[in-house]
C-alpha cells in the first residue's frame, strides 16, 4: 500500500496550494480519505475528510470555508484545495485512509502517506 502526497510549498498569506495524494495497493473507492497537519512542536491534527462516495465531508473548524476536499475515484486520488492560507497553516500535510467511518481520529486510519511541507509567509 502506497499513499504518496504532493503538491506542498511556500506560499505567501493569503495564497493557494493544491494537495493531492494518490492511492496504489488497495482499492480506493473503498476508503474514507482524510488529511492531517503537523506543525514543529505540535500534534497532528486532522484536516478535512471524505467518504467513500464523496457525499459526506468534515472539516476542522480551523479551516472550513477555506480548504476544500474532494476525490477521484477513478484516478484513485484526493485532493486538497486550500485557499486564503495563513501562517498558522504552516506544517507537514499528510493523506491517511481508513475502511472505517468518517472520522477525525488520526489512530483510526489504517494507511498514511508520507507529508508534504506547506510553508506559509507574511
Known amino acids: 500500500v502506497q499513499l504518496q502526497a504532493f503538491g506542498g510549498g511556500s506560499v505567501q498569506a493569503g495564497g493557494s496550494l493544491r494537495l493531492s495524494c494518490t492511492a496504489s495497493?488497495?482499492?480506493?473507492?473503498?476508503?474514507?480519505m482524510g488529511w492531517f497537519r503537523q506543525a514543529p512542536g505540535k500534534e497532528r491534527e486532522f484536516v478535512a475528510a471524505v467518504r467513500q462516495s464523496a457525499g459526506s465531508k468534515a472539516y476542522a473548524d480551523s479551516v472550513k470555508g477555506r480548504f476544500t476536499i474532494s476525490r477521484d475515484n477513478a484516478k484513485a486520488t484526493v485532493t486538497l484545495q486550500m485557499n486564503s492560507l495563513k501562517l498558522e497553516d504552516t506544517a507537514e500535510y499528510y493523506c491517511?485512509?481508513?475502511?472505517?467511518?468518517?472520522?477525525?481520529?488520526?489512530?483510526?486510519?489504517?494507511?498514511w502517506g508520507q507529508g508534504t511541507l506547506v510553508t506559509v509567509s507574511s
Open positions: 495497493g488497495i482499492t480506493f473507492r473503498n476508503y474514507v
Open positions: 491517511a485512509a481508513t475502511t472505517k467511518i468518517l472520522t477525525r481520529q488520526a489512530s483510526l486510519y489504517d494507511y
